[in-house]
């Protein structure tokens, strides 16, 4: 250092820090040779705290004074612990060697943290499941001299960064340790982030305490599941919009017998009386119907299977859903003019409901009726 700046910190009697890195937790006031004048203004903003050290010495008996927010003209009778570390007498009125150190009382955000490889959870639906998580977290220093001690040492600046890989390493630990504890089913995890992160908060929030921090939320952003349980949640959402595995399999059985008997080739017609034969029976268990009794052989002998059962429709009428009705009952809604070709049907097999005129198979109830004028 040299000698202006000598000369300028011996007359200078403001102790103070004006904070202007967000990233800054701890900061330590320099002061040639850590001399500081009896009388010196102390101003401790607002968000700040500051302790007092003697002479360097960074053990837990030698960490002095704090002051809150405020401003102190230093004296014997503001700074009772030092005075008596000093041995100091009534009345002393020399410069005095400490340090100074700044604390950042607000929160700092935004820290990362992340599992130090999967955790394992035992889930009573999937069984054993390695699961993987990452996020943020909040801190905020509430005892700075036990902060001053265990972490900060003598750094002039300390800052999220000099911590934030420590702690990244404890908390992903510590994280793999809770997440089997937390009770939450491995298939809503990633629905109930919110609430794992608090759990996850109250698990490991004593562990911050020892270092003079408080641990102000834990915020989950990806919960990584291994891809076959990823797999068989896809399926069991399949499964459940699906409904019904044995009508979906008749369903899907009805619809190839439909497209077969559609087909005006031979193969068509002989793939619909065959199919027609062997699904008879489940068709009429799908839309409703009682299934035709099965004829004994010697009556069966070289006559067809029994047709199969006409496709039913629902119709919506003055807002509100009816049926479903056969082929002949759509015939006398259109006759007495309740059916029209624009008239909302749904039957099995559509997606959403449709004009009744746009429908194949209805084509035939509206060959005798005029369009609509122009």
Sequence with gaps: MGLWNKLSNEFIDIVEWLDDSPDVMVHRFERYQNEIKMGAKLTVREGQIAVMVNEGQMGKGQVADVFTPGMYELSTANMPLLSTLKGWKYGFNSPFKAEVYFFKTTRFTNMKWGTAGPATMRDPEFGVVRVTAFGIYGIRIVDAKAMLVELVGTKADFTTADIEENLRGKIG????????????????????????????????????????????????????????????????????????????????GAQALRDAAQNPGAAGTMMGVGVGGMLSQSMGTLFGNNP???????????????????????????????????????????????????????????????????????????????????
Aim: aromatic share 6%.
């Design 173 to 252: 630990t510590r994280i793999k340790e809770v997440m089997p504890e937390i009770g939450v089913p491995i298939i809503d995890l990633e629905a109930k982030v919110t609430e794992v992160g608090r759990r996850i908060q109250e698990k490991i929030a004593p562990d911050f305490v020892q270092y003079g921090l408080e641990l102000c939320e834990v915020q989950v952003q990806d919960i990584g599941l291994p891809e076959e349980v990823e797999k068989a949640i896809d399926q069991q959402g399949a499964m459940r919009v699906i409904g019904n595995m044995n009508q979906f399999a008749q369903y899907q």
């Design 292 to 374: 035709q009794p099965a004829a004994s052989p010697a009556a069966g002998a070289g006559m067809p299977p029994p047709l199969p059962t006409a496709v039913q429709y629902f119709v919506a009428q003055n807002g509100a859903q009816t049926g479903p009705f056969d082929q002949h009952v759509l015939q006398s809604h259109v006759g007495n003019g309740s059916l029209t070709r624009d008239s909302l049907v749904w039957r099995q097999g559509m997606a959403a409901w449709g004009k009744a005129g746009d429908q194949a198979d209805l084509a035939g109830l509206f060959a005798s009726m005029p369009p609509p004028l122009p």
